[in-house]
C-alpha cells in the first residue's frame, strides 16, 4: 500500500480571497486547549472546503505529524469513513475495528485530521466521536453542511462573502468577482463607475463564492450591466420554484441553473454524463464513458473554462472533478434522461476494463519500469470509487460475466492496498447471482482472499472452500486453482497436511497455464514450510522454480517474496553475505512500490542477519524501526517473525538490559526512509550501532518553561492538558514540546518521559 504523506494537502487552483477574517478566526479556535473537534458549517458553496485547505496549509508547522485530508464526497455509506481515513493514514486493514487501528495509530500524536464533506454519512459520527477519546492531541476539523452533534464539538457556521461597510469599503464578495473576472478577462478593467454593478451582482447571489465564481465566468461573454439584469431575471423565475431549501441553497441552486442553461446542448449533454464519475475521471475515461456524439475534449475544456469542473494536475496526468454540489445537480439532469442507464452500462464496461488492465499491471504482463507500476497502484487508489460503483452497478444488474471478472481482480487489487470496501459489496453480489455460478465461485474467493489479508483465517478458510467446491462441481480449472491456493494460505497454521495437499494441486495446474502470480505464491509458501521444517534444500529448489515463473513476466512484487524467502534460507544455513544482498533487493522493491508489508519483512530479516553476525545492538535498531513501522501500518509480520526467531526471539527476552534498551529507544528514532534508503544504496554499515553517539543533555539546556512542559509531559498530560494546565495556546505548546525533543535528542514521549523521571524532573 502506498505510505501516506502526512504533509501532503490538496492544492487549490485558485488563490483564496476575502477570507482572511475567517481564516484568523478558525485559527484561534483551533488553538484553544479544549478544541479537539471543529465543524465549518454551511450551504453546499459557501467554501467550507476552501476555507479549511487554507487554515491547513497555515498550520502545517504547528502540528509536527502533519496534515492529512480525507475526502469523504466520493463515499456512499456511512460505513466507509473510517476505512477511508485508515488509508488516508497509510494503514493496513486487519481483523480489527478501523476506529481501533485508527485509534491505536493516533493516540499520542500531534496532528490535524481534515474531513471534508461529511454531510451525507452523519451517522459516522459516533464512530470519530469514539475515535476522539483515544487521541487526545489530535485536533479534527471537518465541513459539513450541519453539525455533527457530539458532545465536545465546537461549530464555526462559515458566512457568505462579505458586501461593501464601513469597516471594508470594497467587501470580500466584490473582490472575489473582480478576482475571477479579471481570469477569464485579463484585459478588463472595471471602473468605480460599474462598482455598484458588481455589488448588486454579489448581493443577489448572497455573498456565495460558488456564485460569485459561476457569474465571474460570463464576463468572457457578457458586460457586467447584461450579466446584472439577465442573473436578476433568471433568479426571480427560480427561486419560487423550490420553497422547501433553505433560501441560500435556492439562490446557488439558482446559479447553477442559471449557468447549465447557458451552456450549448453539447455542453449539458456531457456535464450529465459526467455525474457518473464518483471522486473524479480522467479525459480517457470521459472519452470512453461519455463521449458517444460528443466533442468530449472541446467540450470538457469549455466546462473547465466555466468553473463548471475542476481540473488537477497529478504529475504527468490530468485529473477532473466535480464540486458536490455541482455533481447532485448534473446528476438530477442525467436521471432525467433516456441516455441515463446507457452511460452507466458504459461506466461499468469501462471500469472493468481498466480493473483488467490493473490486474495485468500487478501480475507484471504489461511494465518492466517498477516507477510506471507505482503510478498503476497510485491510479487504482484514485479510481477505486469508481471501480466499486462498477461492481455495485453490475450487482443491481445481475451482470455474472461481469462480476466473475470484477472479483477475481479484485482479490489482488484489494490486497496489494491491504483495502476491505469491497467486501460489503461482494457480499451482495452474492445475493443476486445464482449459487452455482462461475460469478458466485470468483465472489467467494474474493471474500476469502480479503479476509485472509486482515488475518481472518476461520473466515477466509470458510470462504475459500465454497469457492473450491463450486469451480470443483463445475469443472472449472482455474477458479479451483485459485480457490485451493487461497484456502491452503488460510489453513497452513490450522490443517498443515491439507495446506499441502491444496497448494500441490494448485501447482499443477499453475504450471500447465504458466500463471506467474499464482505459481510464485503456491511456490513461496511450499519454500516457506521447508525452511521452518528445516528443509533448505527443498526450499531452495521451490524458490528455484518460483523465479523461473517470473522470467518472462515483471512481476516485481513476487520476486520481492522469493527474494525474501531466499534470504530467510541463506540465513539458516549461515550464509549472511548472500542473505544481504537479497534483503537488498527486498528493500528496494519494497521501497518503490512501497509495498509496506515487504519493507517490514526485509527490515526483520535485517535485524536477524545482524543478530546472526553478533551484532545485538543494532540488531535491536533494525528490529524497533520495523516494529514502529508494523505498529504505525497496522500490519503483522507473523510468519516472518518465525522465520527469523531463533535469532530475534533471545535477543528480544533481553530487551531490560541497559544497553539493548537503549538500542530499542535509538531504534524507535531513526527516520524510516533515510534508513531504507542507507541500505538500498550502500549496504549494512560496519559500525555496531545505526544512531547518532548518544547525546549528554542536561536539565540546564531547557529552559524553565521547556523544563515545566517536560515535567507535565512525565506526568501522561496530553499537550491540549498541557495548554490547559499552563494556560496557553496548543500551538505554543506543540512548538514547546517540539523543542524538548530537540534538545534531549529524542523524538517521542517515552524517551522524554524516561529522562525526566532519570533527572527528578517530573
Known sequence: ???????????????????????????????????????????????????????????????????????????????????????????????????????????????LLILDNFEHVLSAASALGGLLGRAPDVTVLVTSRER?????????????????????????????????????????????????????????????????????????????????????????????????????????????????????????????????????????????????????????????DKSLVQSDQHGSTTRYRMLEIVREYALEQLQGSLEAEAIRQAHERYFLGLSSQLDQLVRGHVHEDMGQIAAGFRQLDEERPNILAALHHAAQHRNEEALAVFAATMAPLSSSSMDSSAVPLLRGALAEVPAHSAAAGWLWYALAFLAYRRGLRDEAGRAASQSVSLFGAAGNERGLAYALQIRAFATLVSDVQGAKQDLARCLIWAQSDRDSLLGVMCLTMQATGAVIEGRRAEARAALEE?????????????????????????????????????????????????????????????????????????????????????????????????????????????????????????GQNLNVAELLQRLIQTGLPDRESLSAPPRAPTPFTLTPREAQVLGLLAQGLSNKQIAARLGSGVYTVNDQVKAVFSKLGVNNRSAATRYALEHNLS
Open 1 to 111: 500500500m502506498t505510505a501516506a504523506d502526512p504533509f501532503l494537502l490538496p492544492i487549490p487552483a485558485t488563490s483564496l480571497v476575502g477570507r482572511e477574517r475567517e481564516v484568523d478566526q478558525v485559527r484561534a479556535i483551533l488553538n484553544w486547549p479544549e478544541v479537539s473537534l471543529l465543524t465549518l458549517t454551511g450551504p453546499g458553496g459557501v467554501g467550507k472546503t476552501r476555507l479549511a485547505l487554507e487554515v491547513a496549509r497555515q498550520l502545517r508547522p504547528r502540528f509536527p505529524h502533519g496534515v492529512v485530508f480525507v475526502a469523504l464526497a466520493s463515499l456512499e455509506r456511512p460505513d466507509q469513513v473510517m476505512p477511508a481515513v485508515a488509508r488516508a493514514l497509510g494503514l493496513q486493514e486487519s481483523e480489527k475495528e478501523a476506529g481501533e487501528v485508527i485509534g491505536s495509530h493516533l493516540a499520542g500524536l500531534q496532528m
Open 148 to 304: 455533527l452533534r457530539l458532545s465536545g464539538e465546537h461549530e464555526f457556521p462559515v458566512p457568505p462573502l462579505g458586501l461593501p461597510t464601513p469597516e471594508d469599503p470594497v467587501g470580500g464578495a466584490v473582490r472575489l468577482f473582480r478576482d475571477r473576472a479579471r481570469a477569464v478577462r485579463p484585459d478588463a478593467v472595471h471602473s468605480e463607475t460599474l462598482t455598484p454593478v458588481i455589488e448588486d451582482i454579489c448581493r443577489q447571489l448572497d455573498g456565495l463564492p460558488l456564485a460569485i465564481e459561476l457569474a465571474a465566468v460570463r464576463t468572457r461573454v457578457l458586460g457586467l450591466t447584461e450579466l446584472r439584469d439577465r442573473l436578476s431575471r433568471r433568479l426571480s423565475l427560480l427561486t419560487s420554484g423550490a420553497r422547501d431549501l433553505p433560501a441560500r441553497q435556492q439562490t446557488l441552486r439558482a446559479a447553477i441553473d442559471w449557468s447549465y442553461a447557458l451552456l450549448n446542448s453539447e455542453e449539458q449533454r456531457l456535464l450529465a454524463r459526467l455525474s457518473v464519475f464518483i471522486g473524479g475521471w480522467t479525459l480517457a475515461a470521459a472519452e470512453a464513458v461519455c463521449g458517444d456524439g460528443l466533442d468530449t475534449l472541446s467540450s470538457l475544456a469549455s466546462l473547465v
Open 546 to 666: 518460483a523465479l523461473a515463473f517470473t522470467q518472462d513476466v515483471h512481476n516485481h512484487i513476487g520476486r520481492g517474496w522469493i527474494w525474501l524467502i531466499f534470504a530467510v534460507t541463506d540465513l539458516h544455513g549461515g550464509h549472511t553475505a548472500e542473505a544481504e544482498k537479497k534483503l537488498r533487493r527486498v528493500l528496494e522493491i519494497g521501497h518503490a512500490l512501497q509495498v509496506v508489508d515487504l519493507q517490514i519483512s526485509g527490515l526483520i530479516g535485517m535485524a536477524a542477519l545482524v543478530a546472526q553476525r553478533g551484532r545485538p545492538v543494532q540488531a535491536l535498531e533494525y528490529w524497533a524501526v520495523a516494529d514502529t513501522l508494523q505498529t504505525a501500518r497496522n500490519y503483522n509480520a507473523g510468519l516472518m517473525h518465525t522465520l527469523t526467531s531463533p535469532w530475534l526471539s533471545p535477543l528480544l527476552a533481553r530487551v531490560q538490559e541497559p544497553e539493548l534498551a537503549q538500542a530499542l529507544q535509538a
